[in-house]
């Protein structure tokens, strides 16, 4: 059974820092294209980062240049260091799994979420 658990998410002053984690079991990372996703009170769900198979990453325009999504294969786990936090960042993150064609990455798995609240 997948199974996707993400922690580090907290309460923050704008401008802080947080690093969220996203600890995958059942699935090896390294076969799986893997995302962050996050999503605010009244909006839709959107991707913030995503990572192939082959290690490129991509950003939301919004988060570039803040955020970073790595992974580490041996561990099985996924991670986002949030840098220069703003109060529009404040939501529930999603890690996420799925196979990946070519630039797209499909989601077949969610983690339950951690809540990032960003204070201004």
């Known amino acids: 059974q997948v199974q996707l658990v993400e922690s580090g998410g907290g309460s923050v002053q704008a401008g802080g820092s947080l690093r969220l984690s996203c600890a995958a079991s059942g699935l090896t990372v390294s076969f799986y294209c893997m995302s962050w996703f996050r999503q605010a009170p009244g909006q839709e769900r959107e991707s913030v980062a995503r990572i192939y198979l082959n290690d490129r990453t991509s950003y939301a325009d919004s988060v570039k240049g803040r955020f970073t999504i790595s992974k580490d294969n041996v561990k099985g786990s996924l991670y986002l260091q949030m840098n220069s936090l703003e109060s529009e960042d404040t939501a529930m993150y999603y890690c996420?799994?799925?196979?990946?064609?070519?630039?797209?990455?499909?989601?077949?798995?969610w983690g339950q979420g951690t809540q990032v609240t960003v204070s201004s």
């Open positions: 996420a799994a799925g196979p990946s064609a070519g630039d797209t990455c499909n989601v077949v798995y």
